[in-house]
Structure formats: structure tokens, C-alpha cells
């Protein structure tokens, strides 16, 4: 079995389980690819055991390897789609994070499971994504999210008015800081802490969410996401950050986006035993009393 690593940083106090992480892989013979500026972190710090091969694109993966984890947080796990893109590698997410909604393996839980995977105990969830169909030229081929696009204010002292339609029919002009178009994946993201509402996933919708709006009576909706949402914004200052997950880019009133559905998803294993309504509960302590 061939596993692909991806992370991004080592702190020391998350070092041992790695290093378990390693130890355990090449324990059942599997064969590593680990990403090239992560080795760089791990090679003065682990031994290895086993010949290991870096990895630096996309196309250092396809074909080559079985599974990708993910080692950090949700926002390493979002890095990692940017590499797997349409190849359907499966991946799986071990917390060292906060959170940590997508990678729900707890640092405790790798032992477990690797074991779980090898012996197929897993399932393969299906994750949408949204694509930035227009303008073409913001993010080149890594035009699309697995949680969120947004449209913010560049300046900090001022709202912004951004106007949205839905299938070419007029939806509001928001005044607000910003507005956020989320996949389900999403809904647990930034869109969930500006009020959103949580979407499972398969769900086959998209949130459109205001951020610090203006008027309170507006709120997030909820569309089928097979809608083509188109936004652009205006104000003060002429110019605007939009993100794409973790990248971003500036735009002017000039530009419109157009949003639509990606032709591809991103498979996320799911362990024996656990799905989404368990990962949320936990989570966000659902039914647990904390005055006790």
C-alpha cells in the first residue's frame, strides 16, 4: 500500500505522534510519499526505516499512491485538495489541530486507524466543491473550493455593497463586510461562525452568507447547488480580496464572479463507526451539560 504525507508544520509537542504515525506505516509495509517540504521538517528529527520518495505536485501522486493523510489541522487538510484535485485519492484526515471538523482522527486514534484501512473498515465520503467559473485568470487551474469563496473588504474602516443573483434572477445587494458562498463541507467553517446553518454532507446545496452584515433582517439562504451564482461588489475603496479556502486574490467593481458547482468531488475516508452527525456532536458538545 502506498500512503502519501502531507503537512505543513512540526511542532514539538505533536513530534511523538508522528513519529508513531511513521513507525506504525512502515511497521505494515507500507510504502511512503511524503511532501518534500515536510520531509524537510520530519528528516532531522525521525529516523526512517524505509527508502522514502518526496513529493512535491500533483502529478508526483496520480498513480502512484493509494491514500494521502493529512497532519495538522482543517486548514492543512483544505491545502491538500489543491494536490489530489480530480485524481479521487482518498483522504484522511489526523487532527493536530483545534477543532477539526474534516480531520476528525484524533492524534490518539492513528494506530487504530491504519489498521481500520488496511483491514477496509472505512468508508469513502463524497465532498462537493464550488469552482470559480469566472474570471478564469484569478486562480488559474486551482480554481475551485472545498469549503468556502469569499468576497471581503480590503479596507477596514468601511462596509461594501455586494450585489447577488441566483440563476440571473436578482437576489439581494448586501451591505455587509463580505459574503460568503459555502459548500455543506463549509457550513461547519467560517460561514457556520458568521450564523450560518450546518448542512450535511450530500446535501447537494450551497449557503449564501453575509458577514457582519448591515441590516439585520437579511439572512444566510440555502440553494440547490446546481444554481449559477453570480456576485460582484462595489464601494469606497475600488478594490477586494475574494478567496478560494486558503487563497486569495484582489479584484475591483469592475469584476463579477461567477460561482457554480465543480464537476468533481474530493473523497474523505470515514472511519468504521463514525459519520457526520457523530463528528458534529462531539465536536460541538452536543447534549453534554457543561455546567457539570
Sequence with gaps: MNIAIFGKTLPDLYLEYVRDLIQKLEYVNCKLYIYEPYFELLKNKLNFNTKVELFKSHHDLVNNVDYLFSIGGD???????????????????????????????????????????IAGKFTLEKRALLRLQAPTHLFGDLNYALNELTVYKKAPSSMI??????????????????????????????????????????????????????????????????????????????????????????????????????????NLIQMENENFFKTIRDKLMWGKDIRN
Design 161 to 266: 455593497t455586494i450585489h447577488a443573483s441566483v440563476n440571473d434572477n436578482y437576489l439581494n445587494s448586501y451591505w455587509a463586510d463580505g459574503l460568503i458562498v459555502a459548500t455543506p463541507t463549509g457550513s461547519t467553517g467560517y460561514s457556520l461562525s458568521c450564523g450560518g446553518p450546518i448542512i450535511s454532507p450530500g446535501s447537494g446545496n450551497f449557503i449564501i452568507n453575509p458577514i457582519a452584515i448591515h441590516n439585520l433582517s437579511v439572512r444566510p439562504i440555502v440553494i440547490p447547488d446546481n444554481s449559477v451564482i453570480k456576485i460582484r461588489a462595489e464601494g469606497r475603496d475600488d478594490s477586494f480580496f475574494v478567496s478560494l479556502d486558503s487563497r486569495s486574490a484582489i479584484i475591483d467593481s469592475s469584476t463579477e464572479l461567477i460561482i457554480v458547482k465543480e464537476k468533481f468531488h474530493i
Design 75 to 117: 486548514g492543512t487538510l483544505l491545502d491538500t485538495i489543491t494536490l489530489v484535485r480530480d485524481s479521487g485519492i482518498p483522504i484522511l484526515g489526523i487532527n493536530l489541530g483545534k477543532l477539526g471538523f474534516l480531520s476528525s482522527i484524533s492524534k490518539e486514534e492513528i494506530s487504530q486507524a491504519i489498521d481500520g484501512i
